[in-house]
């Protein structure tokens, strides 16, 4: 089989795998089947182990002797966590984007926030944290570091399952609206080219401790 097919495989079962988990049908420390997953996908079992000590490395997965892989979950310490490297990551590359975005870059940021707010308005979340995704990559990946971006891009997949979905509709309606409004201002900064306010308000507002609790899962 020639390598790059090979990878493409993997890539498709990593990918099915990590929805799986996304849509909350594989469950905190349940096992994951090699072959059911082979099975299902109609690949062979070296894909899929290659795909699981993937998820493994990056902290999805855990590797238990005697009995493979279960999914590890992802609690409020965890997300905490995360959100202390993420914030001032996230921030740094607003910073240095700041000045690379186009006019059209930042009419696209404008347009992202108005999309979500149509879907919150619509109850969409799912299209809601697509949206979302894509507003914060639209600057991250324009700030110009590819280390810096690909570090995000990591940080980010522990992100992967939309536990917060699950809340009460209530409450998930006002964190959202209390989400697209810091994406409104962030829009409205990155107008003014003002980097180093960009970097302190997605630093320690937007990616604030007082928010890991809702990603975590």
């Excluded at 855990?62 to 202390?84: I, L, N, T, Y």
């Excluded at 240095?96 to 930042?106: E, H, Q, V, W, Y």
Aim: overall charge negative; hydrophobic content about 40%; proline content about 2%.
């Amino acid at each position: 089989m020639p390598q790059d097919r090979y990878l493409s495989l993997k890539d498709h079962v990593y990918a099915h795998i990590a929805n799986l988990i996304n849509k909350g049908m594989l469950s905190e420390f349940e096992h994951i089947s090699e072959q059911s997953i082979a099975d299902a996908l109609s690949v062979s079992r070296t894909p899929v182990r290659e795909a699981l000590m993937q998820l493994s490395d990056e902290g999805y997965l855990e590797r238990v002797p005697r009995k493979g892989f279960v999914v590890r979950g992802f609690d409020e310490s965890a997300a905490r966590e995360v959100f202390e490297i993420l914030g001032p990551l996230d921030g740094r590359a607003a910073l240095l984007a700041a000045g690379r975005m186009s006019d059209n870059d930042i009419a696209q940021l404008s347009f992202l926030c108005n999309s979500m707010q149509l879907a919150i308005n619509s109850g969409l979340y799912d299209r809601y944290d697509d949206l979302q995704r894509e507003f914060h990559q639209t600057y991250v990946l324009k700030c110009g570091n590819s280390r810096l971006s690909n570090y995000i891009e990591e940080l980010n997949r522990f992100f992967m399952k939309r536990a917060y979905l699950q809340e009460d509709p209530e409450v998930l309606e006002a964190n959202a609206r209390k989400a697209n409004k810091e994406h409104a201002h962030i829009v409205a900064l990155f107008k003014k080219r003002d980097g180093s306010d960009l970097q302190k308000y997605i630093r320690d507002v937007h990616w604030s401790l007082d928010n890991a609790k809702y990603l975590s899962w």
